[in-house]
């Protein structure tokens, strides 16, 4: 059983409490960056753990932090809780049953980059996970440990939470600016990138909750701890959402680098009724079909790795299909899920994903014309480096990887 | 006067106080849910309302009620149940699950029971696929999840709240004879 750091609450009873997470070492980290080390120091350790984004991305944090102007102020700090990848559900784990290391990690990506003012962006459907956390922070701030002159140093911090209400694309770190702002989510045009012209115009970081949630390890323990999880490139702990035709769903925190199959075999406990498994989608709806062979089962999941097999790790909400899915009916359900959530601002994604779904409700129907599995591939690959967000070209990888790897799922479909 | 202020002077102004001064369109979207909290949707007077506080036009407001998912702007039913049918769940019967649902209350995803009580939809994912089928009810503003379900399960639970916000409503227009005045 390796050690839990993210997911600590399943060993400590009560961690959502600020009294238990006090007695677990928790705010330790937050005192000791406050009282006795400088923002470049928090910054520069960061650096060195290796630390990549766990959205989605992977990018470095520490360096992502970096590339804020120390010429305009104020600066802003932005935690991304809107949690809306099909597969996913770390975040939503963390936040309910450890608020508080998130919180602390928030607090201390704040202290980085100066910022006095920090809002958590939680989508609409955690309306009740919002009203704890707003609980949690009254909590910090009676502490002490949120509000003015900190630990009697000349450091001011607050947090606000900003509800969504039911839209995928504002987890696209710019239409989640927007959003918060009182308009509707759509990305915005970059460059500006946020860490120059983010939260109202301002110098803004923004952080996935997974991400944050590991800060108070790399300053608890220090960055040299940290690498010597996971790999070389790829350091720390991941949680990975497994989802699908397995006998045992949920969260598992790992070491980055541990493979698919001990992912699915060993902590999934294998296919239900023990039937072959067909593909792995390691992204979510975002993610290529990728075939379950023996070599993609044994790939490390981890940044390097993954894109080898054809996609990214993503957010690693691995989704795992078995000989009794059709790909043709799930590319239904993605195209479909991508049509619904398109924000409908560049062209390729509006009417992309509107024909893509088209053509798999006439494939899925039985009034497929001839001809329309290559037209579905071709509205795909068009669609691909033309749109304004990663949205547009996440919604053609499992059209595209289904095609291509499972033709004869879709040519099932034709002869009913 | 602005109703929505009149009624709700501190739940404004705290809202307001997250923002920096200069940014109040900031405010739509959390005095937006407090509309909805209250009402159950939101009413075009609300939306001008909501409009005069964060200081923007209605349509501006408008575009965002239609943008997002969870801002209604009629009543619907005062339950809405929300299944997710995305693929993660769909792959554990959620489709077959929503269906039953929808068959033994006697409408189509989408509808609403004739007593005006009961919406059934589908939605996307709700980040709970390990636990599918599952879904989440939205009466007003609050929002809980449902999870591990079966179609007997929902329905049970759906035919104990329907109950009890009949016998609510029964409740209310007896006091309402009693006293002669309406609630406000």
């Known amino acids: 059983m390796t050690e839990l750091f993210l997911l600590r609450h399943r060993e400590i009873p009560g961690l959502n409490q600020l009294s238990t997470y006090i007695e677990h070492g928790g705010f330790e980290a937050w005192k000791k960056a406050v009282t006795s080390l400088t923002p470049e120091e928090i910054t520069n350790e960061v650096k060195l753990s290796g630390l990549r984004g766990r959205g989605g991305a992977g990018f470095p944090t520490g360096v992502k932090w970096s590339f804020l102007p120390n010429t305009i102020w104020p600066h802003y700090v932005v935690a991304n809780a809107d949690e809306s990848e099909p597969g996913t559900f770390k975040d939503r784990e963390i936040l309910e049953f450890n608020p508080f290391q998130f919180l602390e990690g928030l607090m201390l990506a704040s202290y980085a980059v100066r910022a006095r003012s920090a809002y958590v962006y939680l989508r609409g459907e955690f309306s009740q996970i919002a009203r704890r956390l707003d609980e949690k922070i009254a909590d910090l701030t009676r502490a002490g440990y949120l509000g003015d002159n900190l630990f009697g140093k000349d450091y001011s911090l607050r947090i606000f939470t900003h509800l969504g209400a039911g839209a995928y694309i504002c987890g696209e770190e710019t239409a989640l600016l927007e959003s918060i702002e009182g308009r509707i989510g759509q990305p915005r045009l970059r460059p500006p990138f946020p860490a120059i012209e983010g939260l109202f115009q301002l110098p803004t970081v923004i952080n996935n909750v997974e991400t944050l949630t590991n800060l108070p390890i790399i300053i608890g323990k220090g960055a040299a701890y940290f690498r010597g999880l996971g790999t070389e490139k790829s350091p720390g702990t991941k949680i990975f959402s497994l989802s699908g035709r397995v006998k045992k769903p949920g969260n598992y925190e790992l070491p980055l680098g541990t493979t698919f199959r001990e992912l699915i075999y060993t902590h999934g406990e294998g296919i239900i009724n023990d039937v072959r498994i067909k593909a792995i989608m390691p992204a979510g709806a975002s993610s290529a079909l990728i075939p379950a062979t023996e070599e993609a089962l044994d790939t490390p999941m981890d940044y390097e790795s993954v894109p080898n097999l054809g996609c990214a790790l993503g957010s690693a909400s691995v989704i795992i299909l078995d000989e009794t899915v059709n790909a043709s009916a799930l590319v239904h359900g993605t195209t479909h899920f991508f049509k619904h959530e398109s924000c409908g601002k560049c062209t390729p994604c509006r009417e992309g994903t509107y024909w893509m779904s088209r053509v798999t409700d006439r494939i899925e129907s039985g009034r497929a014309r001839k001809g329309d599995i290559d037209l579905l591939k071709s509205i795909a690959s068009q669609m691909q480096n033309k749109c304004l967000c990663a949205l547009g070209e996440f919604s053609t990888v499992s059209v595209i990887s289904a095609i291509d790897n499972f033709r004869a799922d879709f040519e099932a479909r034709l002869e009913k | ?184």
Request: glycine share 6%; with cysteine.
């Open chain 2, 1 to 184: 006067m602005n109703q929505l202020l009149k009624k709700h002077p501190n739940e404004i102004e705290s809202i307001l106080a997250r923002y920096p001064q200069d940014q109040k369109r900031a405010a739509i979207m959390p005095l937006l849910h407090l509309v909805q909290q209250n009402a159950g949707y939101i009413s075009r007077e609300a939306m001008s309302e909501v409009a005069e506080i964060s200081d923007v036009d209605i349509t501006e407001v408008a575009s965002i009620v239609g943008f997002y998912t969870l801002f209604h702007d009629k009543q619907e039913g005062r339950i809405r149940v929300q299944v997710c049918t995305d693929i993660a769940c769909e792959m554990r019967g959620a489709r077959e699950y929503l269906l039953e649902v929808c068959r033994e209350m006697g409408i189509k995803p989408g509808e609403t029971t004739p007593d005006g009580l009961v919406t059934i939809e589908e939605v996307k994912c709700l980040a709970a696929c390990d636990r599918a089928p599952m879904f989440q009810s939205q009466i007003g503003d609050e929002i809980e999840f449902h999870e591990n379900q079966t179609a007997r399960k929902t329905l049970d639970w759906l035919r104990s709240m329907m109950a009890s916000m009949t016998v609510h409503k029964r409740a209310v227009k007896t006091a309402d004879n009693g006293d002669g005045g309406s609630h406000d």
